[in-house]
């Protein structure tokens, strides 16, 4: 393994517990659009697809700009209120800060809410790079979000992790050539797993397993 220079985060479900957030905005949109709410199941396998890829899916027959709205703005009136961090990955960024890793927020999530989220723990100062929606042509699965973010860093494929949640992340990060890291503290990942299937090269259970995970990258 080559030493780790540069590690790439997911945002949702990786460094900020949003399952509630998404799942919420999710029912609001099937409660408005029919009646009645979706399975869990259903709303976690879609977790870290682009939000207009997921609605296609979801509601080929209603107007897609009219249900991304209906979602947004259902999550916006609460999302400042209810984003916060996992237990543990706070310290996790701010640790390998202090070893002078690079650091990039790798998401399919909007730049607005991405920024808001991290400036409410003091974060954004600390990420070298944030690689949102906006920022892209294509989305995770496929790999330019990481490509753009090693890219921006100046960073080499060989040198890098990708740490998220979910079979997106984890296919984006492969596909770019970097390692992958599979976090288990969300909700996403085993739903995921039981449905599609899809492999990592590393799976913690605990912020802090990664810099083991670099440690032994030296």
Request: aromatic share 8%.
């Amino acid at each position: 393994m080559s030493k780790i220079t540069t590690v790439l985060f997911d945002y949702d479900g990786t460094l900020m517990d949003t399952n509630d957030i998404i799942i919420q905005s999710w029912q609001h949109v099937f409660r408005t659009l029919t009646g009645a709410e979706s399975d869990v199941k259903q709303i976690l396998a879609s977790f870290g697809e682009p939000l207009r890829e997921t609605m296609r899916r979801f509601f080929p027959d209603s107007d897609l700009e009219a249900c991304v709205e209906l979602y947004r703005s259902y999550q916006v009136s609460f999302y400042q209120e209810k984003v916060r961090m996992f237990p543990g990955t706070e310290a996790l960024i701010r640790n390998l800060k202090e070893r002078g890793i690079k650091l990039a927020v790798v998401t399919s999530r909007l730049r607005p809410t991405t920024i808001e989220g991290l400036e409410k723990y003091g974060l954004s100062e600390l990420f070298d790079c944030v690689v949102t929606a906006d920022d892209t042509q294509k989305h995770k699965p496929d790999p330019e979000p990481v490509l753009i973010a090693l890219q921006r860093l100046k960073s080499s494929p060989q040198e890098a992790l990708m740490v998220g949640d979910s079979m997106f992340d984890m296919r984006c990060g492969q596909g770019a050539g970097v390692g992958t890291v599979l976090v288990n503290w969300a909700m996403a990942a085993q739903t995921q797993q039981e449905i599609s299937g899809f492999s990592a090269d590393y799976c913690i259970d605990r912020p802090e397993a990664l810099l083991e995970i670099i440690d032994r990258s030296c």
